[in-house]
């Protein structure tokens, strides 16, 4: 499985945008990036998922790289309920799905 | 967004028991469903890897006679966990995909499980 690299935890403040990194150089040319978040004692919730062109949902953006050894989760203005663990996860088809250790993300008010 | 509907939320049995837990997806066709486990403070470890009509995919490590996995339908899988100990004690997690679209995944609520 290819693997994703995230920092542990960050921390940012309230209505503030933050942008969450993950690397993976050992990416595929038929990896997609998929990003997943989990609130304490809830299941993973999907947030954005991209190939190769950047992408924008209501919830997030995403920014990947050209060489798509990286890429960049935005929150575009936080709040309170955006903290949470944030996994960046390669996905290949039709294969399954492996967490890394993700990052935690505080908000302060 | 999609809906996967995993049930019970909690259980607690006793030691030498079994449990089953279910997970449906309610508005979409499930070509493979993932089973985790969650401990304290730590990711998400995958179990098995289930496809509908076949039999499931262990993880090394994962006992495939103590964790028991059926997905007879394109919107029903179950774990049973059998002889529950302590140790079983987790959080599990379904999750559900449509492999054929190569969508996200869609993950249920979760169940705590707690042996006594």
């Known amino acids: 499985d290819a693997k994703t690299t995230q920092p542990n935890s960050m921390e940012s403040n309230e209505e503030e945008p933050v942008h969450l990194p993950c690397n993976h150089s050992t990416i595929s040319g038929t990896d997609y990036i998929h990003w997943y978040r989990q609130l304490p004692s809830q299941g993973p919730e999907y947030v954005i998922h991209?190939?190769?062109s950047n992408v924008n949902n209501r919830m997030a953006s995403l920014a990947i790289a050209e060489d798509r050894k990286s890429s960049t989760l935005i929150l575009h203005r936080a709040t309170l309920r955006d903290a949470a663990v944030y996994y960046c996860i390669l996905v290949m088809g039709a294969q399954k799905l492996v967490f890394g250790q993700g990052t935690r993300l505080t908000i302060n008010p | 967004g999609a809906v996967v509907s995993q049930h019970p939320s909690w259980v607690i049995c006793k030691s030498g028991t079994s449990v089953k837990i279910e997970c449906r997806s309610l508005d979409f066709q499930a070509t493979t469903m993932f089973w985790y486990r969650q401990f304290p403070k730590q990711s998400l470890m995958l179990m098995a890897t289930?496809?509908?009509?076949?039999?499931?995919?262990?993880e090394q490590g994962v006992e495939k006679d103590k964790f028991l996995i059926n997905h007879a339908s394109l919107t029903l899988s179950t774990l049973t966990v059998t002889s529950a100990h302590p140790e079983d004690s987790s959080f599990y997690i379904c999750?559900?995909?449509?492999?054929?679209?190569?969508?996200?995944?869609?993950f249920g609520q979760g169940t705590r499980l707690t042996v006594v």
């Open positions: 999750s559900a995909r449509d492999t054929r679209l190569n969508t996200e995944a869609f």
């Open positions: 289930s496809n509908e009509g076949s039999k499931a995919t262990y």
């Open positions: 991209g190939l190769t």
